[in-house]
Protein backbone atom coordinates (compact mmCIF):
# COMPACT_ATOMS: atom_id res chain seq x y z
CA UNK A 1 0.00 0.00 0.00
CA UNK A 2 1.49 3.51 -0.86
CA UNK A 3 1.46 6.26 1.91
CA UNK A 4 -0.15 9.07 0.29
CA UNK A 5 2.94 11.00 0.73
CA UNK A 6 3.92 13.24 -2.41
CA UNK A 7 3.40 16.00 0.37
CA UNK A 8 4.10 19.82 -0.36
CA UNK A 9 4.70 22.54 2.48
CA UNK A 10 5.49 25.20 0.99
CA UNK A 11 8.15 24.24 -1.21
CA UNK A 12 8.51 21.63 0.57
CA UNK A 13 8.82 18.23 -0.71
CA UNK A 14 9.21 14.42 0.64
CA UNK A 15 8.44 11.30 -2.07
CA UNK A 16 8.18 8.00 -0.10
CA UNK A 17 7.78 4.93 -2.03
CA UNK A 18 5.86 2.01 -0.79
CA UNK A 19 5.10 1.04 2.43
CA UNK A 20 3.42 -2.07 4.04
CA UNK A 21 0.64 -1.02 6.28
CA UNK A 22 2.45 -2.89 9.46
CA UNK A 23 4.90 -0.42 9.00
CA UNK A 24 2.24 2.52 9.60
CA UNK A 25 1.60 2.17 13.17
CA UNK A 26 1.93 3.86 16.06
CA UNK A 27 4.21 1.09 17.85
CA UNK A 28 6.96 1.60 14.91
CA UNK A 29 10.24 -0.25 15.78
CA UNK A 30 13.23 1.37 15.03
CA UNK A 31 13.95 -1.16 11.94
CA UNK A 32 10.74 -0.43 10.26
CA UNK A 33 11.44 3.36 10.67
CA UNK A 34 14.90 3.17 9.32
CA UNK A 35 13.26 0.78 6.15
CA UNK A 36 10.31 3.69 5.90
CA UNK A 37 13.23 6.57 5.87
CA UNK A 38 15.63 4.99 3.77
CA UNK A 39 12.74 4.92 0.94
CA UNK A 40 11.84 8.65 1.42
CA UNK A 41 12.92 11.65 -0.76
CA UNK A 42 14.49 13.92 1.67
CA UNK A 43 15.05 17.71 0.71
CA UNK A 44 18.92 17.64 1.45
CA UNK A 45 19.76 21.42 0.42
CA UNK A 46 19.70 22.17 4.37
CA UNK A 47 19.60 20.51 7.93
CA UNK A 48 16.23 22.27 8.49
CA UNK A 49 14.70 21.18 5.39
CA UNK A 50 15.69 17.77 6.41
CA UNK A 51 14.33 17.68 9.48
CA UNK A 52 11.18 19.58 8.39
CA UNK A 53 10.78 16.60 6.03
CA UNK A 54 11.40 14.32 8.97
CA UNK A 55 9.16 15.63 10.82
CA UNK A 56 6.01 15.52 7.87
CA UNK A 57 7.21 11.74 7.44
CA UNK A 58 6.94 11.18 11.34
CA UNK A 59 3.58 12.92 11.09
CA UNK A 60 1.88 10.67 7.96
CA UNK A 61 3.03 7.43 9.48
CA UNK A 62 1.24 8.95 12.91
CA UNK A 63 4.24 8.23 14.96
CA UNK A 64 4.14 10.38 18.43
CA UNK A 65 7.03 12.07 18.85
CA UNK A 66 8.42 15.37 20.41
CA UNK A 67 10.70 18.10 18.68
CA UNK A 68 13.92 18.57 19.85
CA UNK A 69 13.58 16.94 23.10
CA UNK A 70 15.82 17.74 26.18
CA UNK A 71 17.79 15.12 27.66
CA UNK A 72 19.46 17.91 29.37
CA UNK A 73 21.07 21.57 29.13
CA UNK A 74 23.08 19.88 25.94
CA UNK A 75 22.11 16.93 24.65
CA UNK A 76 18.43 17.57 22.31
CA UNK A 77 17.79 15.25 19.67
CA UNK A 78 15.98 16.28 16.80
CA UNK A 79 12.99 13.82 17.29
CA UNK A 80 12.43 12.04 20.14
CA UNK A 81 9.83 9.22 19.42
CA UNK A 82 7.15 8.00 21.96
CA UNK A 83 8.72 4.86 23.71
CA UNK A 84 12.46 6.16 24.21
CA UNK A 85 13.70 6.53 20.26
CA UNK A 86 15.91 9.49 19.81
CA UNK A 87 16.39 10.65 16.06
CA UNK A 88 19.01 12.96 14.94
CA UNK A 89 19.57 14.00 11.56
CA UNK A 90 23.14 15.27 10.31
CA UNK A 91 24.14 16.03 6.47
CA UNK A 92 27.08 15.76 4.84
CA UNK A 93 29.56 18.59 5.47
CA UNK A 94 27.78 20.28 8.32
CA UNK A 95 28.98 17.69 10.57
CA UNK A 96 32.43 15.67 11.73
CA UNK A 97 32.29 12.12 11.88
CA UNK A 98 33.77 11.82 15.96
CA UNK A 99 31.74 14.76 16.74
CA UNK A 100 28.67 12.74 15.53
CA UNK A 101 29.30 9.53 17.42
CA UNK A 102 29.95 11.69 20.49
CA UNK A 103 26.64 13.16 20.42
CA UNK A 104 25.05 10.03 19.61
CA UNK A 105 26.98 8.41 22.82
CA UNK A 106 25.89 11.26 25.16
CA UNK A 107 22.15 10.65 23.82
CA UNK A 108 22.30 6.91 24.37
CA UNK A 109 24.07 7.90 28.18
CA UNK A 110 20.52 9.24 29.19
CA UNK A 111 18.09 6.19 30.61
CA UNK A 112 14.87 7.47 28.93
CA UNK A 113 16.50 6.83 25.63
CA UNK A 114 15.89 3.03 24.44
CA UNK A 115 17.54 2.98 20.91
CA UNK A 116 19.13 5.75 18.74
CA UNK A 117 18.52 6.56 14.77
CA UNK A 118 20.72 8.64 13.28
CA UNK A 119 19.50 9.87 9.45
CA UNK A 120 22.27 10.88 7.68
CA UNK A 121 24.12 11.17 4.00
CA UNK A 122 27.63 10.76 5.52
CA UNK A 123 29.01 7.63 4.58
CA UNK A 124 30.20 6.30 8.31
CA UNK A 125 30.55 2.99 10.09
CA UNK A 126 28.28 2.68 13.75
CA UNK A 127 28.43 0.01 16.29
CA UNK A 128 25.13 -1.95 16.67
CA UNK A 129 25.17 -0.57 20.16
CA UNK A 130 26.60 2.27 22.00
CA UNK A 131 26.34 2.49 25.87
CA UNK A 132 24.27 -0.77 25.90
CA UNK A 133 21.53 0.96 23.44
CA UNK A 134 21.18 0.14 19.99
CA UNK A 135 22.42 2.51 17.28
CA UNK A 136 20.42 2.79 13.80
CA UNK A 137 21.92 4.29 10.73
CA UNK A 138 19.12 5.73 7.80
CA UNK A 139 20.46 6.29 5.16
CA UNK A 140 18.87 9.55 3.29
CA UNK A 141 20.98 8.86 0.07
CA UNK A 142 19.19 5.31 -0.48
CA UNK A 143 16.10 7.25 -1.30
CA UNK A 144 17.28 8.84 -4.26
CA UNK A 145 18.84 5.44 -5.93
Given at each position: MALG?????????VEMCE????????ENSPESLVRVIGRCRFDLSSEKRLQAGMEQVLRNLGVRFEREKRLNATDI???F?????AVECKMKDKAKKMAVYAQVRRYAGHPEVKAIILATNISMGFPEQIEG???FLASLSAGWM
Open positions: LACKDGDLRVRVSEQTKPDFIEGGIKPV
